[in-house]
């Protein structure tokens, strides 16, 4: 019980969080923005994509608890029970793995490194390019959000059997 309610715990953080950053907080920061807004956008992602992350990483393994404790109810009929749902909820969490890491590695980072490079006198990137990037960002959180739900929703019903 216990690890479902982590479970859940995890997946309302990380969906909410993901959602908010894609819909509310991201938005604020498309344009050109002066150099004080790229640093402030730099702080929200340095705290917002670890905790994100965290939250991915106790998703699968409180995920993989449950399946182990639903193989060991079943036994022999689990693969014939469980395969479908569970195999369409284990690709959609594959993506959404994919997706979260080239949000948090490959757009977050060169926004905040950017930033740290132009909060130490360096250049930092184009007013252009960072407006593509965090638009790009958004859109990749956004996704991030639409896959979680439906990771979400997936695992409502193999909850309900």
Known sequence: ????????????????????????????????????????????????????????????????????????????QFAARWFGPLALKLLVV????????????????RLTRAAGREAQGEGGLAPGVHARLVARLQTVALTNGLLGAVASALGLLLARG
């Open 1 to 76: 019980m216990a690890l479902a309610a982590f479970h859940l715990l995890a997946a309302a953080l990380y969906l909410g969080g993901t959602l908010t950053l894609g819909a509310a907080v991201l938005p604020a920061f498309r344009g050109e923005v002066d150099a004080g807004r790229r640093a402030t956008l730099a702080r929200i992602l340095r705290v917002a994509h670890p905790v994100s992350l965290a939250c991915l990483g106790v998703l699968v393994l409180t995920g993989a608890g449950g399946v182990t404790a639903l193989k060991g109810a079943y036994g022999g």
């Open 94 to 109: 594959f993506v959404l793995l994919l997706v979260a890491s080239y949000e948090y590695f490959g757009l977050g980072l």
